[in-house]
């Protein structure tokens, strides 16, 4: 089983064992048993030390359940100076507490240097965290690597017990196996012990001194200078059984070391190491009892029962990162670090999960496998992969040889182009692969282009252009080559091409350019040489435009060209829409909406709104709705109303520049004139002979408020003999009167016209009948 340090994750950097002590008393207590105890507004002097450890954050927090730091933040936070020594006051401490350093320097004790002020000093690193406890009543702390293992112990044991408890028992235990309270009793400096202090603290000081012999001789072993952090840690781990055999509770204890996982030594002799470091300052410590470490006092840590191995809830996925330079990538480049960071992994114990990896310092060009061990804090261990694919992803880069101008010799003129600056992050310039496109006949008369080309190990290119020109006596002659250009779409521009040219015998030139796309807004004048004009959205699509301008001497010419680029803005949202002509009283609902102009690639994907004015609810000849999503106009008739309006629609496509577009329509109901209708009584039947004038009047309907100023007239047919019939032509009276002893029946029609252009007339009809 693999067994690794404490910490949630891997903290890489240089170490030794911290020291930090808290203290008001002497920290003399060496009592096998915890006295629990509140005390008000506690006055707490501490030192941190290592040798005196300067500049370290000391963090005091509640112990939740298992022992492990409570709360969203500190109890207190103070920072050690340069003495090593920390000044703080609680209000209370009826309460276990959690003792936490992290960072600081301090002198290595172990350097074999007589002077002190010759020794190695050693930075830790911000997140080097060792712990310890703060007993509830006491008024002194320790943190060292013997608190923070006496601590990992307790918390070990807390379950079948409560971590008050487990902690009263580990105390009890560690009593007898170091002779002293490793929680209490403030260490002196492994270095210069004060000679009137109390004996267990300058004993202590040999413990830790011991130690830091301990980890100078793993660090040794696997031939580095200076002990890491981890082994730091691994050690703690190591000794949280009591026994300093590259074992503890769970199995081999293991720490990281250039990408592998390397076992702790299982012959570390912690008692001899203290005697060696005593030897090595007898002076200072001459008339202290060497302690001896009796590990035999303390009780096998019982088996927590948990086998179930965390699990991993996100392991980053095989990633690619760009090369630094020939050696790789740093493990420290944030797109390393950053992406093995995101590993997360859960214990269903529901404790912190340690989560460390194999990755190496450098990642060297290629693939490297990462191994991710996630431990519980019953040693339980689970595996992750992924790999880091590191790649030259950056192009050498190249300059190309200055531009040359050159006199021809011949039909086709060889020239010395000179050599272009190469340089690559990955690749050596003697590996670079550097080429042209030059043909090595020569150059004819003209503007020429050389495109230089260099390629790495990684296939990677780049290229660089070089201008060369081949002139004739008395040809034109190109002053300097023409620069690229931009211009803005819609914006006036104007390039005069003909100041990059001359002729030394001062003969006329003429010009030509080649390269606008169709649709352009510019215009080139081949005698002043002036491009100018309104850049078009051809212009812009088409862009950036590689053009070619041309100056002749009617006998010679030369030629250049450049990049044209036109900025590319927002086209105003055109449409066009058709007047609509309906006729009054018109039947259904009649939809008119715009038709979009053509749209751009760039600009399919706008949004645009329509609006009108005025509003087409108030309309009084007919009833309008407006969808200002689609721009379209839905009517329907009014009755009887007819009329004209001129409306202005406007879209809107939300740009910040030419977003809108308008265009006006006229929208009208059209007069339709209605019948003159009436109606009449129904048939007649009138006796032989009928007496008298019988006789009856049509009546209108009623008339549309338009055509109250119409003239009705009225006519009845046809001619009858067998009575005398007729009708008032203005008021529709019929009158009809017999004739002696005639009879008959016939179907008369009563019209009545006004005279109107469309429906002008209307006709009822009516059965005559004058019996026998």
Not at 429 to 453: C, E, K, M, R, Y
């Amino acid at each position: 089983m693999i067994q690794l340090s404490q910490s949630t994750i891997l903290r890489a950097g240089l170490a030794g064992v911290l020291l930090a002590m808290a203290a008001c008393g002497d920290g003399e207590d060496s009592a096998g048993s915890v006295t629990i105890e509140s005390i008000t507004a506690l006055s707490i002097e501490g030192v941190a030390s290592k040798g005196p450890l300067a500049d370290a954050d000391i963090d005091l927090w509640p112990a939740d359940a298992v022992g492990q730091p409570s709360g969203p933040g500190s109890l207190l936070s103070t920072v050690t100076d340069g003495t090593g020594r920390w000044f703080a006051t609680l209000d209370t401490n009826a309460q276990l507490l959690i003792a936490t350093s992290r960072g600081g320097s301090y002198v290595d004790e172990s350097d074999s240097t007589p002077d002190p002020a010759l020794k190695r000093v050693v930075q830790l690193a911000a997140g080097d965290e060792l712990q310890g406890l703060v007993l509830s009543g006491s008024s002194t702390a320790a943190i060292n690597i013997i608190s923070q293992a006496m601590l990992t112990r307790a918390r070990f044991r807390t379950g079948p017990v409560s971590f008050p408890d487990a902690v009263d028992a580990v105390r009890s235990e560690a009593i007898q196996v170091f002779g002293f309270d490793i929680f209490t009793v403030l260490p002196q400096d492994p270095i210069a012990p004060d000679p009137a202090s109390p004996e267990v603290q300058r004993q202590y000081a040999l413990l830790l001194g011991g130690l830091a012999n301990v980890l100078n001789d793993i660090a040794v072993r696997n031939e580095i200078p200076v002990p890491t952090f981890s082994m730091v840690e691994a050690v703690s781990q190591d000794l949280s059984d009591c026994l300093l055999n590259g074992q503890d509770s769970a199995g081999t204890v293991f720490f990281p070391l250039n990408g592998n996982f390397i076992a702790l030594p299982d012959d570390l002799d912690l008692n001899g190491q203290i005697i060696r470091f005593r030897n090595n300052n007898f002076v200072v410590f001459s008339g202290t009892a060497v302690p001896v470490v009796d590990p035999t006092a303390c009780s096998v840590n019982p088996p927590s029962g948990d086998t179930i191995a965390p699990v991993f809830l996100q392991v980053p996925p095989p990633f690619t990162v760009a090369a630094s330079d020939a050696n790789g990538t740093l493990a420290a480049d944030p797109a390393i670090a950053g992406t093995l960071a995101q590993v997360q992994a859960v214990d269903d114990s529901g404790d912190p999960v340690q989560i460390i990896h194999d990755a190496p310092p450098i990642f060297a060009l290629g693939e490297t496998l990462v191994t991710f061990i996630a431990t519980d804090s019953s040693g339980n261990t689970s595996l992750a992969t992924t790999r880091v694919a590191v790649q030259d992803q950056v192009a050498p880069s190249i300059q190309a040889p200055a531009d040359i101008t050159q006199v021809r010799d011949g039909a086709l003129t060889v020239v010395n182009l000179g050599l272009p600056v190469v340089a690559d992050n990955v690749t050596t310039v003697g590996l670079l692969i550097v080429s042209n496109d030059a043909p090595a006949a020569g150059f004819p008369v003209g503007l020429h282009t050389v495109v230089w080309t260099v390629r790495d190990e990684a296939g990677l290119i780049s290229t660089a252009s070089q201008s060369l020109t081949i002139t004739t006596p008395n040809a034109p002659q190109l002053l300097q080559p023409v620069p690229d250009s931009t211009a803005t779409e819609g914006q006036f521009f104007s390039m005069n091409l003909a100041a990059f040219f001359s002729d030394s015998d001062g003969d006329l030139l003429s010009f030509a350019l080649f390269g606008l796309p169709a649709g352009s807004g510019l215009q080139f004048d081949p005698v002043s040489g002036i491009l100018s004009g309104f850049p078009s959205d051809s212009d812009a699509k088409s862009g950036p435009l590689n053009l070619t301008v041309s100056a002749s001497d009617l006998a010679e010419s030369v030629s250049d060209s450049f990049l044209f680029s036109v900025t590319d803005v927002n086209n105003p949202p055109a449409f066009s829409i058709a007047d609509l002509l309906l006729a009054e009283d018109f039947t259904g609902t009649v939809v008119r909406g715009v038709v979009p102009g053509p749209v751009t690639a760039d600009e399919s994907g706008q949004s645009v709104i329509y609006s009108i004015s005025p509003d087409p609810a108030l309309t009084g000849f007919a009833n309008l709705v407006f969808d200002p999503a689609g721009g379209t106009l839905s009517a329907t008739a009014a009755a009887n109303m007819n009329g004209s309006q001129i409306f202005t629609i406007t879209a809107d496509d939300g740009q910040a520049v030419n977003n809108t577009w308008q265009q006006n329509f006229l929208f009208t109901v059209a007069a339709i004139n209605d019948a003159p209708v009436f109606s009449i009584p129904g048939d007649v039947v009138l006796p032989l002979n009928f007496p008298g004038v019988v006789g009856f009047a049509v009546t209108p309907a009623a008339v549309n408020p338009d055509e109250t100023a119409q003239t009705v007239t009225y006519t009845i047919s046809p001619p009858i003999d067998f009575a005398a019939i007729s009708i008032d032509p203005n008021t529709g009276q019929v009158t009809i009167t017999h004739l002696p002893d005639l009879f008959g029946s016939q179907l008369m029609i009563i019209t009545a016209f006004d005279n109107g252009a469309e429906n002008p007339s209307h006709s009822e009809g009516f059965v005559l009948t004058v019996g026998p």
